[in-house]
């Protein structure tokens, strides 16, 4: 079974509803965001990708919204899916070569 | 293409003993990476590379070494096993050639060090 994250923060949600799920990042120099899935027992799975020159990005059924002013990210998930349910984790790119600093995740719960 | 494919899946060791962890990736991606996952947290980089003989500490390198004699192969070596090392390690890669900072991870390898 899958221990990590037992303290993780959790969104709980209707099956149907949207979801928002929300980060907080600290270095005001990271020009690239990304946010990954992790199911239970798996490692984690690309989801969606902004450069700081942009402000929304959609892809399918997910949508990333930065605020560099406020330093935050948010994931809104349309529609939400028990398939939906996993940990999900923001991760920004440092100004290192192709390094990523992830952050602690929050764990998505959908309800049927 | 079988991605990022890891071995062992689960492992117990005693303190004081080594094992390496194997990464291996068939995509023909230049960078590969190791990370570490503790519960209730992200994760954290411990060594990476950019090519074939080239590897770089991340953030937690301590207790690990790497080395990259091939495009295909990543592995992380514990000399010295310490309970402070058990967690979930991850191995990633990814290329120039698709979305750049795009990493694809494997399975992961649970270590339990007692």
């Known amino acids: 079974g899958e221990s990590v994250g037992l303290h993780l923060p959790t969104l709980s949600v209707q099956e149907g509803d949207n979801s928002i799920i929300n980060c907080a990042y600290s270095n005001s120099a990271s020009d690239y965001f990304i946010w990954y899935k992790q199911e239970s027992g798996k490692g984690p799975q690309f989801i969606i990708d902004?450069?700081?020159?942009?402000d929304k990005r959609q892809g399918q059924r997910v949508t990333v919204l930065l605020n560099k002013t406020v330093k935050h990210l948010s994931l809104q998930i349309a529609a939400t899916q028990p398939g939906d349910s996993a940990v999900y984790f923001c991760a920004e790119k440092d100004t290192g070569f192709q390094k990523l600093v992830f952050g602690t995740g929050t764990r998505l719960l959908v309800s049927p | 293409n079988a991605g990022v494919t890891q071995t062992p899946k689960f492992r117990i060791l005693k303190i004081g003993q080594s094992m390496t962890l194997q990464c291996a990736q068939d995509?023909?991606?230049?960078?590969m990476y190791w990370y570490r996952q503790d519960p209730g947290m992200g994760l954290k980089l411990i060594y990476y590379s950019v090519g074939a003989g080239i590897t770089d500490k991340g953030e937690v390198p301590n207790g690990y070494n790497v080395s990259r004699s091939t495009t295909e192969d990543f592995p992380l070596r514990l000399e010295l096993a310490a309970p402070s090392q058990t967690s979930v390690y991850f191995c990633?890669?990814?290329?120039?050639?698709?979305?750049?900072?795009?990493?694809?991870f494997g399975p992961g390898t649970r270590l339990t060090v007692t």
């Open positions: 902004i450069r700081s020159n942009m």
């Open positions: 995509m023909n991606h230049n960078y």
């Open positions: 990633a890669s990814s290329s120039e050639g698709t979305s750049l900072y795009e990493q694809y």
